[in-house]
């Protein structure tokens, strides 16, 4: 058995995507994965499979995922060993911000085919994005007139690709949680 992360996007948002992480942690039991465990409210799966396939994974799940919430889910499955990676490899180390300023991982659903010249930052100035690996997009949001902006639309949009993003906060207590 091996240790991955399901991350789901867009459920629980606005009172939309609806889904209690006990009836998740059902789901993914009722596919055969083990261990599951669920973190926060925002679709974080953590489990133990006998597939060591992520795509073959990602495809089974999406599927009963699919039939549970009646839409598609985008669905980004890592292994256990990838977060952990991601944790230790922490590029918000090599940079300076301000301590209000929030910091994200968009984990993308496919690898990235290109990567841009950096930084790449958003018209209104209230996202960067400072570091890109194939599989993963690094950013940083800063408060502009009160409110921060979310990078998931603006990494989907300029890089054209499929990806669901996480506070650097919510990566490490998936890492904490990870083979726990």
């Known amino acids: 058995m091996e240790q991955f992360?399901?991350?789901?996007?867009?459920i629980n948002v606005g009172g939309k995507n609806l889904i209690k992480m006990d009836q998740l942690s059902k789901t993914f039991e009722m596919l055969g994965f083990k261990n599951v465990k669920t973190y926060i409210q925002s679709g974080n799966v953590i489990f133990d499979s006998k597939l060591t396939d992520e795509k073959l994974i990602l495809s089974k799940t999406e599927k009963e995922l699919h039939k549970l919430l009646s839409k598609n889910v985008i669905l980004v499955v890592r292994h256990a060993d990838e977060i952990?990676?991601?944790v230790k490899s922490n590029p918000f180390l090599k940079i300076k911000f301000a301590p209000s300023t929030k910091l994200y991982v968009s984990l993308l659903k496919d690898d990235l085919k290109q990567k841009p010249k950096l930084p790449i930052?958003?018209?209104?100035?209230?996202i960067e994005i400072f570091h890109i690996t194939k599989r993963e997009i690094y950013s940083i949001t800063s408060e502009?007139?009160?409110?921060?902006?979310?990078?998931?639309?603006?990494?989907?949009?300029?890089?054209?690709?499929?990806a669901t993003t996480r506070n650097w906060n919510t990566i490490l207590k998936i890492s904490e949680l990870i083979n726990n």
């Open 5 to 10: 992360v399901a991350f789901l996007r867009s």
């Open 84 to 86: 952990k990676s991601i």
């Open 121 to 126: 930052l958003s018209d209104k100035k209230d």
């Open 144 to 162: 502009i007139n009160g409110r921060f902006g979310f990078p998931n639309n603006f990494v989907e949009e300029v890089l054209k690709v499929s």
